[in-house]
């Protein structure tokens, strides 16, 4: 039984290029979250999906930053015009569906390390 | 005011003893609480979650939760160098307790030999 598989591990980009961030969730999961830790940081919510919707981006940066989790596929963080600030580990979590028996526990993806040159 | 806040640290315990770490959070609709472990350069790995007042046990793990007080606790018993890590307190502030998680900074333990 798999867990959330996110790739890729490592990622580095030059200024000004795009970065693809890609997460399976846990089999049975419908609910994909990402989040974001900086350098010596604690972990910050960025967006909550299910499949085609976004249900909570309240955490997304105005520009440059956009998610997806289409019907069939991983979901997809993109980050456009990579700045050096974006420099962090993006970690991806994913979770039964609301209603379910399980509790809403998270479970997280290895995360993918974005270097920007 | 942040709204989990954790003792950042280092907590330095000897191997063997009790480690204590605390949380406090900010929005008193909270009601799902968790404990993730974090060591250096990996991905948190959830440890306990707790849902009700009181104490909730796992092996070595004991979790205390005081929705009164808002805060939680997280007791780690017969420490072993292995728990050395940084332990981050989330919490779902949501009343139907789905959604994204806020997550304090996190405590920084350190177990010697």
């Known amino acids: 039984n798999a867990g959330v598989m996110q790739n890729p591990r490592h990622l580095v980009r030059r200024r000004g290029q795009e970065a693809r961030l890609r997460c399976s969730p846990m089999k049975g999961h419908s609910h994909v979250y990402w989040y974001r830790q900086l350098p010596e940081e604690g972990l910050k919510f960025m967006v909550y999906?299910?499949?085609?919707?976004?249900?909570?981006e309240s955490g997304m940066p105005k520009e440059r930053f956009s998610a997806e989790f289409p019907k069939e596929g991983p979901s997809i963080l993109r980050i456009q015009q990579v700045v050096r600030g974006d420099s962090a580990a993006y970690f991806c979590?994913?979770?039964?569906?609301?209603?379910?028996?399980?509790?809403?526990?998270?479970?997280f993806g290895a995360g993918t390390r974005l270097s920007v040159l | 005011q942040k709204e989990v806040e954790q003792n950042s640290g280092p907590l330095s315990v000897p191997e063997g003893a009790i480690a204590s770490l605390n949380c406090t959070y900010s929005d008193r609709v909270s009601q799902s609480f968790f404990w993730y472990r974090q060591y250096s350069g990996k991905s948190p790995e959830l440890i306990m979650s707790i849902y009700s007042n009181g104490d909730k046990e796992d092996g070595r793990f004991t979790a205390q939760l005081n929705k009164a007080s808002q805060y939680v606790s997280l007791l780690i018993r017969d420490s072993q160098p292995s728990d050395s890590a940084t332990y981050l307190c989330?919490?779902?502030?949501?009343?139907?307790?789905?959604?994204?998680?806020?997550f304090g900074a996190g405590t920084q333990v350190v177990v010697t030999p």
């Open positions: 999906l299910q499949k085609e919707n976004i249900i909570d």
């Open positions: 989330a919490v779902n502030v949501r009343a139907d307790s789905w959604g994204k998680l806020q």
């Open positions: 979590a994913s979770s039964p569906p609301p209603g379910s028996l399980a509790k809403n526990i998270q479970y």
